[in-house]
């Protein structure tokens, strides 16, 4: 064992030179992306669309200020407007999201959030002028059958369900939109006052805290063995800044914070921001991880990750929602008492109405002169979307704009029709409402596979106890190729489209299908503590051969215990690949290969047999027991020897083919399977 260890020492830094010259390819990947997002910039001036640049302030404010002062209300153009808006949007978070924070400078960012913020209130006082616009020519939709106005507006991003009582009669307090399927039950009071009731479903949440939207991405960062030192000490550096302005800011916004609508501006966003990063920790205990991982930044990462909470202040008041835990899913639904302003009259020839220059007002249910009073209650029947999906009862909450928050109280009698895709319920005013879901409902994984397919294509599945998801990988995009829920395609609207990780990220956590954890996720979930080094360096090393091995899950993930990591790997060039394992001792990690013989005569699915290895980041070697065996053990295979990467490993094992096909690998394919499984973090979280 001797002789090994000192053989292993003599050829490491050959192996970790060999190992550097291949990681190389993920520094080009950021030039690359880095130059992508240059050229983007670029690419826009010359397009001369008329678009604004969403990153120029004085484009985007000319843009905004030219909308404020257009008087036209109609709630079409509103809607086309309204999509241009959301798309500038978009865009904003994805820079927030994607670029790096070298690219991207703190005076830069918080402007990009007040952007954001901006461009939301604008979005909803124009739905909110369109609606006034369209109350004071209520008579105009009025329905045939009971006198009333209604209409139902609709496109890809809102849904619009607009009702004005002209008649006053008490029969008609109820409602259902039959093109939407939403409705409600009016009290007798309401019945019979001059209100209108308005349903606006934004398919997308411009309610929620914007940090809910924002969360960051784990960062890519180059192992390189020269630079670890400083990675590190940049990284506690950057964390005591943290810590100590996370101390420094509140919690709560200031007056001066808080936006007309009351929701937040960017600062507050920014101290909001701090505080989920708030380390709590000295001085003392972060350099003294520091000395011992040798770390880089996403390292570091992950780290704090599981430590960041231990001092949190907890959610006292069970009403309020815990959006750590708890996610709005398929949007959010503004439900408003409105005051119905006066109508038109037709004298003789003449069309008289009397004007109000006072806006949209709110119609006060329960009256303020009798809060103490016992009022009845609103029924609200709502119609779940179908590009949605809820896998348990949806959480049913109420947005508090004084408190910032979603709160559960003064909602009843809930009823939900899974079938029906309905939901039925009671409550106490006119809210706004969001139903949220567990966002941890598919965590952890039952099981995970990556394997490739092709030149620069291979194919992540990862198995939850209510889907299957399907993401195949081609070059610098990835595609979720399926979902999968008892046995049925589900979600077809966002299959089949080739788009960035971070797209993909959003589009399935929207859809409600989420397998990306969060820096406060292990609260939620049972998962296995890990070493951070070995989990970060698989996970690049994974990706730097992904092209010609596979690697899945294992039974022996939930066997081994909270100190144990496992995964199984196999060596296909091609085709489908069999389970295989990783398996952490403490700070090791263990992992079968089954070997696939790459060549064109040979059958996709040879498989040769599994075989055991342990790494921990720093070593390799190769396990003497395989999967069967009754009980692990950390001796030695015969004839086999220690390594210092993976990758060697590996290679002890490998055909000439698949080394081939991992030294030619594409460093965009090398860099999307590395930001997949680090989002997904599949070695922790199954």
Not at 80 to 102: A, C, R, Y
Not at 457 to 478: D, H, P, R, S
Request: with cysteine; glycine share 4%.
């Amino acid at each position: 064992m001797e002789k090994l260890e000192a053989k292993d020492q003599e050829r490491r830094e050959s192996e970790l030179g060999e190992l550097h010259s291949l990681e190389q390819k993920f520094l080009s990947a950021e030039q690359w992306k880095t130059d992508y997002r240059a050229y983007g910039k670029w690419e826009h001036y010359l397009s001369c669309d008329g678009s604004p640049d969403p990153t120029v302030l004085q484009e985007i404010n000319t843009f905004m200020s030219l909308w404020r002062e257009d008087q036209n209300e109609d709630i079409q153009l509103v809607m086309e407007k309204g999509e241009q808006v959301l798309n500038l949007i978009e865009k904003l978070q994805f820079l927030l999201l994607d670029t790096p924070p070298s690219e991207i400078t703190e005076k830069e960012t918080v402007q990009y959030q007040e952007s954001i913020l901006e461009l939301q209130n604008l979005l909803h006082q124009k739905y909110n002028g369109a609606t006034e616009h369209l109350l004071k020519t209520a008579n105009m939709y009025e329905d045939s059958e009971t006198g009333n106005m209604q209409a139902v507006i609709k496109d890809k991003n809102v849904t619009f369900c607009i009702w004005a009582n002209l008649k006053k009669k008490v029969r008609l307090k109820n409602h259902m939109f039959c093109d939407a399927q939403h409705g409600f039950d009016l009290p007798k009071s309401l019945a019979m006052s001059s209100v209108a009731v308005r349903i606006l479903h934004t398919h997308y949440d411009h309610v929620s805290p914007l940090w809910l939207q924002c969360q960051s991405v784990p960062r890519l960062e180059v192992l390189d063995s020269k630079e670890l030192t400083q990675h590190s000490k940049d990284n506690v550096e950057e964390l005591e800044e943290e810590e100590k302005k996370a101390r420094e800011e509140p919690s709560m916004p200031t007056e001066e914070e808080m936006c007309s609508d009351g929701r937040k501006s960017a600062v507050s966003f920014k101290e909001t921001s701090n505080s989920i990063a708030d380390i709590n920790e000295t001085e003392e205990e972060i350099e003294k991880k520091s000395e011992i991982l040798d770390v880089p930044s996403q390292v570091q990462h992950l780290l704090t990750q599981e430590e960041i909470n231990e001092k949190d202040e907890s959610i006292t008041d069970e009403n309020i929602v815990d959006l750590q835990q708890f996610v709005p899913v398929g949007g959010v639904y503004h439900i408003d008492a409105l005051q119905l302003p006066p109508q038109v009259k037709q004298i003789k020839d003449w069309s008289m109405v009397e004007v109000l220059n006072v806006g949209l007002q709110v119609y006060p249910y329960p009256p303020e002169e009798a809060e103490d009073a016992t009022h009845p209650p609103i029924q609200i029947t709502l119609r779940l979307s179908d590009n949605v999906m809820y896998f348990e009862d949806p959480v049913i909450a109420r947005w508090d704009p004084a408190g910032q928050q979603w709160r559960t109280d003064g909602i009843s009698n809930i009823t939900y029709e899974r079938q029906a895709k309905s939901i039925t319920f009671e409550m106490r005013a006119f809210y706004t409402i969001a139903l949220l879901q567990d966002a941890h409902l598919n965590m952890p994984y039952q099981a995970w596979e990556l394997r490739p397919t092709g030149t620069d294509e291979a194919l992540l599945i990862v198995t939850t106890v209510f889907a299957t998801i399907q993401i195949q990988i081609k070059g610098n995009q990835c595609m979720l190729s399926s979902v999968v829920v008892e046995e049925k395609d589900v979600l077809s609207h966002v299959t089949g489209k080739w788009i960035s990780p971070v797209d993909l990220r959003a589009v399935l956590k929207k859809a409600g299908v989420n397998i990306f954890p969060g820096a406060y996720s292990h609260k939620y979930v049972s998962v296995n503590k890990k070493a951070p080094l070995a989990e970060v360096r698989t996970y690049q090393q994974m990706a730097l051969v992904a092209s010609a091995f596979a690697f899945a899950w294992s039974k022996w993930n939930l066997e081994a215990g909270q100190e144990q990591v496992v995964f199984k790997e196999s060596g296909a060039a091609a085709g489908v690949a069999k389970p295989c394992i990783l398996q952490r001792q403490t700070r090791w990690k263990i992992l079968v290969l089954t070997q696939y013989l790459v060549s064109e005569h040979l059958k996709a699915d040879s498989v040769k047999d599994w075989s055991l290895y342990m790494f921990n980041g720093q070593k390799a070697q190769k396990l003497k027991i395989t999967e069967t065996s009754e009980a692990f053990s950390e001796e030695l295979e015969e004839d086999s020897e220690f390594h210092s990467t993976l990758y060697h490993m590996l290679k002890d094992f490998a055909s000439k083919e698949a080394i081939d096909k991992v030294e030619t690998a594409s460093f965009l394919f090398i860099d999307v399977v590395y930001q997949l499984l680090l989002a997904t973090r599949v070695l922790t979280y199954s």
